[in-house]
């Protein structure tokens, strides 16, 4: 796989960074020697995300993820490992039906606009909230998000759920969970400029250097 695809002129637009099919969406080859034989070559249109390829790879190994990852080991979608009841992963969870975008440029909103979209396999629904302006876009009847249909009056309902569901998403994203530091190590750049005095014992000029340890 690979981590986005790019924009070579689509919806007007040049590099990586927007919430568009063409940069969001790419192609996943998943070789398993655990895959049962009538899996192979088959295709999967279950959601799954660039968090999920560590989980999985830590699944294959036998490792337990670290409780602060967010995704999910994709060889539930594929392995059918029965529980005690006779439950596969997917009994007990199901996969996820829709996922939450998020890209962030504090640099310049001109330049390159920051955006959250909530996207499922019908409507898919982008907030370019530095600017006060959403879109709504129906991916069955327009895979290529050509016709904004936001304003349609049959769809102020859709509208309603999408930006409730973003809302909801995104808090869970922020609420979600934190890394945590075996030690709390505080750090300064020590940069040396014309004012500073020459000091052997001192870094050259941007390197990271330690001041406490608690």
Request: aromatic content about 10%.
């Amino acid at each position: 796989t690979t981590d986005n695809g790019m924009f070579h002129g689509s919806h007007g637009l040049a590099g990586k960074w927007y919430p568009y099919q063409e940069s969001i969406r790419v192609p996943l080859i998943v070789y398993d020697p655990r895959m049962p034989k009538e899996r192979i070559g088959t295709i999967d249109d279950s959601y799954t995300l660039n968090v999920d390829l560590a989980e999985t790879i830590l699944g294959a190994a036998g490792v337990k993820p670290h409780d602060t990852m967010q995704g999910r080991d994709m060889s539930d979608l594929y392995l059918e490992k029965k529980d005690e009841e006779g439950k596969t992963a997917l009994d007990r969870q199901p996969w996820r039906n829709e996922f939450f975008y998020e890209f962030t440029f504090f640099d310049d909103e001109v330049y390159i606009p920051s955006s959250n979209a909530l996207v499922q396999k019908k409507w898919k629904f982008i907030d370019w909230y530095a600017f006060n302006e959403t879109q709504l876009f129906d991916m069955e009847e327009d895979p290529l998000e050509l016709n904004d249909v936001k304003h349609k009056p049959e769809n102020a309902e859709i509208v309603k759920k999408m930006k409730e569901g973003l809302a909801k998403a995104k808090a869970e994203a922020e609420a979600g969970p934190k890394v945590k530091c075996e030690r709390d190590v505080d750090y300064a750049i020590n940069p040396k400029d014309e004012e500073s005095e020459d000091d052997d014992d001192n870094d050259s000029k941007g390197n990271a250097t330690q001041i406490s340890e608690k």
